[in-house]
């Protein structure tokens, strides 16, 4: 026997990588979670309810494993076309994710205990299911153990109690995931944590300011696109246009002499500034696109898709 000490290698783990899609009832905290598992603001968040319209993706790796984020608009009963195309985003992933996290509302117990929606996801799901009890820094006790015990009893989810807002949670949370997740390589390049083109979180973050600047309806109105993005040019210069539904709509985000889009118009560029890391022109245009939230065919034209769009039964 040879007196050199033997090197052992021993095997490295396997990776596991997969999807994690949130699901839960408008505000309840999801982007704020999302956000805070990848630490970027990806996601959009305001204190308004139906903040987020389309699917968010963000990415987290550590050093076996990666998870992707699926942050999705809020469930609701649909009145409208654009809340059709919403609802239908956050369901068509709960099929064929790896896991499902509800984001549950402490602070609201009450309505999602009794919410139809959350009983329907924790229906149709077939494997892992999880709940974030969330807002725990400040719902009542009481109210986070109910939540607690309802989600266990009646979603049939492994709970965890959380505050998206100050990360209380959040590392046991995020290994339960990935614990949850099989065994594959990693699907995104390590160091990637978004999957959306640059033009997207543009008009999001864009968006986003119109919700913080305007009350009432206008936030629910206006929808965004990006109709030029030239990178090649210093400042870089990008050209948006904010659909309304009615005139008077245009009117109030126009404003007197313009100052309100002037105002919108600077405060949204410097957050993309910050996002792309350079100087920005950005040109903003309002026109009315009457009644585009019940119009199937004004969403289609800007990438949403409605259940129908498979040959679904309507939700
Ligand atoms: N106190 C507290 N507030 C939170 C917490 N998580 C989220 N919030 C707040 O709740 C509000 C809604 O947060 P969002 O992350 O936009 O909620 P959402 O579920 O994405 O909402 P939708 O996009 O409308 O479906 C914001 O004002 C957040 O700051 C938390 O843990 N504690
Ligand atoms: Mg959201």
């Given at each position: 026997m040879s007196s050199e000490p033997k090197a052992i290698v021993a095997p490295s783990p396997p990776t596991?990588?997969?999807y994690v899609v949130f699901v839960g009832r408008p505000n309840a905290g999801k982007s704020t979670l999302l956000n805070a598992m990848?630490?970027?603001?990806?996601?959009?968040?305001?204190?308004?309810?139906?903040?987020?319209?389309?699917?968010?993706?963000?990415?987290?790796?550590?050093?076996?494993?990666q998870i992707v984020f699926l942050d999705t608009p809020g469930l609701l009963d649909a009145r409208d076309q654009l809340q059709r195309a919403?609802?239908?985003?956050?369901l068509e992933r709960v099929a064929d994710a790896d896991a499902v996290?509800?984001?549950?509302?402490?602070?609201?117990?009450?309505?999602?205990?009794?919410?139809?929606?959350?009983?329907?996801?924790?229906?149709?799901?077939?494997g892992p299911l999880f709940a974030a009890v969330n807002k725990i820094d400040v719902a009542e006790e009481r109210d986070v153990e109910a939540l607690a015990r309802w989600a266990e009893a009646e979603l049939g989810a492994h709970v965890h109690r959380i505050s998206a807002l100050l990360g209380a949670g959040l590392l046991k949370l995020r290994d339960a995931l990935g614990a949850a997740l099989p065994e594959s390589p990693f699907l995104f390049p390590a160091e990637q944590i978004a999957s959306q083109p640059l033009r997207f979180f543009v008009a999001e973050l864009i968006r986003e300011t119109v919700f913080e600047q305007f009350r009432q309806e206008i936030p629910y109105s206006t929808l965004c696109s990006i109709e030029e993005y030239a990178e090649d040019r210093s400042p870089i210069y990008i050209r948006a246009t904010l659909h309304v539904e009615r005139s008077s709509q245009k009117g109030i985000l126009i404003g007197e002499r313009g100052r309100a889009i002037r105002e919108l118009g600077r405060v949204a560029r410097e957050k993309v500034e910050r996002l792309v890391g350079e100087p920005v022109f950005l040109e903003l245009w309002v026109k009315v696109l009457a009644g585009w939230r019940r119009k199937g065919s004004c969403l289609r034209r800007f990438g949403f898709q409605l259940p129908d769009d498979h040959g679904r039964a309507a939700r």
């Open positions: 596991v990588a997969g990848v630490g970027e603001k990806l996601s959009i968040v305001s204190p308004l309810a139906q903040t987020t319209w389309r699917t968010v993706t963000g990415i987290y790796t550590g050093p076996r494993a919403m609802v239908h985003a956050a996290l509800v984001v549950l509302d402490a602070t609201r117990a009450r309505e999602e205990m009794e919410s139809g929606r959350l009983a329907e996801v924790g229906r149709a799901r077939r």
